[in-house]
């Protein structure tokens, strides 16, 4: 006889014999993954509506039977357990929720009939491109050949013939030839982005996918739409033939495109970036980010990177550069112009020497407009970092007007920039050239040019580190590439100046620097970097409800009312 749920909102379902107690509602695919069951399928796709068009994913389905006089249980007398009135003809998993009592079997001969049918219906047209296709070792429909198939084909009639290498906008190839009409890029573009763009036309096997007349597939989030692709249709124009993915490896980070933060995969081989790829967090972006997210890494190898550390204008030591930094800030009118892009680590070492040089510290605002999906108007990612740190106490503008007028007023001689153009922020020539600055940084800029100590540092996707989302979510990122020659780790830069301005000589690694965090902040007492959840923790963020912060709502933030 079936369970009663074990819990009032769990109810149980039986998947191939073994029984699960999971929410009520719960997918049928979802259910069997709980159990370690794969249902095959290729239309369903957790974060979009269910449309049952594949038919991949067919199961057999049955529930306690029920006497229709009495409405007392049917027993079954060779088990002693109810009977399961089972459905003569398999359903469609992905259209099926959990129900009390709900069996499901996936393992008959029926079920393998079933799916070897379909796998043949759908590689019938499909053409034989695996050795050249960029999906290849992402493949559900190779995958599914293999696990599902019949192994071999019946076919001898001429395949149909699609278009191949369309633009279907400036980042998306589509290949028709390839696709399953499984209708996920479709859903997507209407449902996630409301951008209604792609639809099918013709029928049965000259079903093609396309672009509706006169739209192209161009808003910021198309590349999503390869990422959800279950075959090589949709190929990603920047990636395409780059590099086989099995050859890559995979690295977590972060978004750093605004204060979402949403959770990336980052693709590497050999110490160069290939591509990147959203991770799922059901809190953050579910399983979408950005295309404008997707190629920062870029900035890499960019040319403007800097590589060599300077001492006035000539190569040095970083133990030199260091004590000329230290020098020219213990003589004192300092201010310290930190990110809101440098990570949690570097806002507290940086708090750290604004406290031993009495200086004043502020970071440079980063706004735009939000999307409402997943880039808010707040472009820094770590500002509520800076926040719980306490490297500034209010919301950063973008002008550096105050400190503008203390250079004017002759009141701040050295400025220590760290990873932002005191031009882009409003200083002017005349006034960069009242100071000395140290300028702690990735890449050139009108600071860094006009700076007598320039101390290169390390991207996002070289190091370690967290960062605090819109949330007061804590989210780390790893580092996917080593380096580029010339640069220093920001932690060993900052822990070194510190120590140098006559600070305490803490360890540079990330996890030596989050015992002091812990130890210090009360938000984030407890943590250690090794602790963080992949998905991230949200933290205590109540001290700061009375900022007025500045994003408005995306897909999982809701900004707090004002009253
Ligand atoms: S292009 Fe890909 S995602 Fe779109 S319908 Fe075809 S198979 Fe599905
Ligand atoms: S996944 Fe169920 S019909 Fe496609």
Redesign the pocket.
């Known amino acids: 006889m079936s369970q009663p749920p074990a819990k009032p909102d769990l109810v149980t379902v039986n998947i191939d014999g073994k029984e699960i107690a999971v929410p009520k509602g719960t997918n049928v695919?979802e259910a069997a993954r709980l159990v370690g069951v794969d249902v095959p399928?290729?239309?369903?796709h957790p974060k979009l509506t269910?449309?049952?068009?594949?038919?991949?994913?067919?199961v057999e389905m049955g529930l306690p039977a029920v006497d229709p006089a009495t409405k007392q249980p049917v027993v079954d007398p060779t088990t002693g357990k109810q009977k399961i009135n089972w459905m003569p003809r398999p359903q469609?998993?992905?259209?099926t929720n959990a129900m009390p009592g709900l069996h499901i079997r996936t393992n008959t001969p029926q079920i393998k009939d079933c799916r070897e049918g379909v796998m043949e219906f759908l590689l019938i047209n499909h053409p034989l491109d695996c050795p050249i296709c960029d999906q290849a070792g992402e493949c559900k429909l190779q995958e599914q050949a293999t696990g599902y198939g019949r192994g071999y084909s019946r076919f001898i009639e001429q395949k149909n013939v699609k278009p191949k290498r369309t633009q279907l906008g400036p980042r998306v190839t589509l290949d028709d030839e390839r696709c399953v009409l499984?209708s996920r890029c479709i859903r997507f573009s209407k449902e996630v982005v409301k951008d209604d763009v792609l639809g099918f036309i013709d029928r049965g096997s000259y079903s093609t996918l396309t672009c509706y007349p006169g739209k192209q597939l161009e808003n910021n989030y198309s590349l999503n739409t390869v990422d959800i692709c279950p075959v090589g249709a949709l190929t990603s124009t920047d990636f395409r033939f780059k590099m086989r993915v099995w050859f890559l490896k995979q690295t977590n980070s972060i978004d750093t495109e605004s204060s979402v933060g949403a959770n990336t995969v980052v693709w590497s081989r050999e110490g160069q970036i290939y591509r990147i790829t959203p991770r799922r967090n059901d809190e953050v972006n579910d399983t979408w980010m950005a295309d404008s997210g997707r190629v920062l890494f870029k900035q890499v190898r960019d040319d403007s990177r800097l590589t060599a550390i300077m001492v006035n204008g000539q190569p040095t030591a970083l133990d030199t550069a260091i004590s000329t930094a230290a020098e020219l800030l213990k003589a004192g009118n300092v201010a310290i112009v930190g990110s809101g892009r440098s990570s949690v680590e570097e806002q507290f070492l940086t708090k750290k020497i604004a406290d031993e040089l009495k200086a004043s510290a502020q970071i440079v605002a980063r706004a735009g407009e939000g999307d409402k999906i997943l880039i808010s108007a707040d472009r820094n990612p770590n500002t509520r970092g800076a926040l719980v740190t306490g490297l500034v106490t209010k919301l950063p503008s973008a002008q550096l007007t105050e400190l503008a007028a203390a250079i004017d007023a002759g009141k701040v001689k050295t400025v220590l920039a760290i990873n932002e153009d005191l031009a882009a922020a409003g200083l002017s020539a005349a006034q960069l050239a009242k100071v000395k600055i140290v300028y702690i940084g990735t890449h050139a800029s009108v600071t860094s040019d006009a700076a007598q100590v320039v101390l290169p540092t390390l991207t996002v996707f070289e190091k370690n580190g967290t960062f605090i989302n819109q949330q007061f979510r804590l989210q780390k990122f790893l580092e996917a590439v080593p380096g580029v020659a010339g640069a220093t780790n920001d932690l060993d830069v900052l822990t070194n100046l510190l120590t140098a301005v006559g600070g305490a000589k803490l360890l540079t690694d990330v996890a030596s620097i989050w015992a002091s965090i812990s130890a210090e902040i009360q938000s984030l007492a407890g943590l250690s970097f090794a602790a963080i959840p992949e998905t991230g923790k949200v933290i205590d963020g109540s001290a700061f409800a009375a900022l007025a912060f500045p994003e408005g709502e995306t897909l999982h933030f809701k900004p707090a009312a004002k009253s």
């Open positions: 695919i399928h290729y239309c369903y269910v449309v049952g068009n594949c038919r991949m994913c067919l469609i998993g992905c259209g499984c």
